[in-house]
């Protein structure tokens, strides 16, 4: 089991490690129940991970001798809305869960947004610890304490800063994930790529075939980079004042992207095609060369991510939505783009008719 620490706050709980590994659930548990004691646990989770996971999992809590139960969401980005924070809270109420009670998220992306969100405000918080189980959780969205649900205007638009007690990635999980799943978290590890890591992004130019067949020494490998890259940027920024901003790289247009399909697009998709859209802008403000933006949008397309916007839209009506995204300042859409790979900044003087033009282009 490898082991990474989160160094916070010295004055809060905030501090914490990542543990990852093949086969650590049985230690996992164990980890939880000495560390993290509590006087009940609450395991929160989807449909999908319920079915292939869910009563070993609590089987195997209960012999360990932990309180625990289970509450089951649908799957689906759907669910990431306040009307299941409230279903989910009135289910704690009625079954007790008292300030001594400790959350667990097992689930992808959706299932860890939310239940930390519920942890950051139920009773004025409970602690909860992570057991991601997609890609895209393991390298990132279950690291950082971000937490949020959905509002009808866009992604994300509610939400808190409030970090786990812990985040374990067992990557057994992953061996059940669905390629199309896998391939979302493929977007995220191609990220942290451009945005910090030459020598990943040139690693996965090089052995996409191997990482796509969930090769495990290039799993464990790549996992472990991205989150050291993503703790170390968390460390010194923890809420996205300046440095972590860079974690947004293809986000902002994507999640636009993801609410004007009515979330038929994956959030993985998204930042495919988002991170396109941000080298093509570079390329085209004279930032990045054209063959490095080439680069970017041919490792999209190796690991079978979209290059084009598969569903029918007005690129005005995501501009609209670009305009509602929570981390526009002083009425400005700030995109994060790129000079090289590896060298990203923070731009906000990207032209509604750039950003139109670049969409037109991007059509199916």
Do not use: W
């Not at 625990?68 to 007790?96: F, H, Y």
């Not at 009773?123 to 393991?138: E, F, G, K």
């Not at 057994?172 to 199309?180: A, E, G, R």
């Not at 979302?184 to 451009?194: D, R, S, T």
Request: hydrophobic letters at 45%; glycine letters at 8%.
């Amino acid at each position: 089991m490898r082991s990474l620490k989160v160094n916070l706050d010295k004055k809060t709980v905030s501090s914490h490690e990542i543990r990852m590994g093949h086969n650590i659930v049985d230690r996992v548990i164990l980890l939880i129940a000495k560390n993290h004691k509590a006087s009940r646990y609450v395991m929160v989770t989807d449909s999908n991970v319920n079915r292939l996971y869910g009563a070993a999992m609590l089987s195997a809590m209960t012999q360990a001798g932990m309180n625990a139960s289970l509450m089951e969401i649908p799957a689906g980005e759907s669910s990431k809305n306040i009307s299941t924070v409230m279903d989910i809270t009135g289910k704690l109420l009625a079954a007790g869960a008292d300030r001594g009670t400790l959350l667990i998220a097992l689930g992808g992306g959706v299932v860890g947004d939310l239940t930390g969100f519920i942890a950051s405000v139920y009773m004025r918080s409970v602690p909860y610890v992570q057991i991601p189980t997609t890609l895209i959780a393991q390298v990132d969205s279950a690291i950082g304490g971000k937490t949020a649900v959905d509002l009808p205007q866009g992604k994300n638009l509610l939400g808190t800063f409030y970090q786990p007690r812990a985040v374990f990635a067992d990557l057994n999980f992953l061996s059940t994930l669905p390629d199309k799943e896998f391939n979302n978290g493929l977007a995220e590890v191609i990220k942290y790529g451009i945005i910090e890591d030459d020598k990943m992004f040139k690693l996965l130019e090089e052995n996409m075939a191997a990482v796509k067949s969930k090769d495990p020494a290039y799993l464990l490998k790549i996992i472990e980079t991205c989150c050291r890259i993503k703790k170390s940027i968390v460390e010194i920024d923890e809420r996205e004042q300046g440095l972590r901003r860079i974690l947004n790289f293809g986000h902002t247009l994507g999640h636009a992207l993801e609410a004007a399909s009515d979330y038929a697009l994956s959030h993985g998709e998204g930042v495919a095609l988002g991170m396109i859209a941000a080298a093509r802008l570079s390329a085209k403000m004279h930032y990045l060369p054209k063959d490095e933006s080439a680069r970017i949008e041919n490792l999209i397309i190796q690991a079978g991510l979209p290059s084009k916007i598969p569903f029918s839209f007005v690129p005005d009506a995501v501009i609209a939505r670009l305009k509602m995204d929570k981390k526009k300042k002083d009425g400005m859409i700030h995109f994060i783009l790129v000079k090289k790979i590896g060298m990203p900044f923070v731009s906000s003087s990207v032209s509604e008719q750039l950003i139109h033009d670049v969409l037109e282009e991007m059509k199916a």
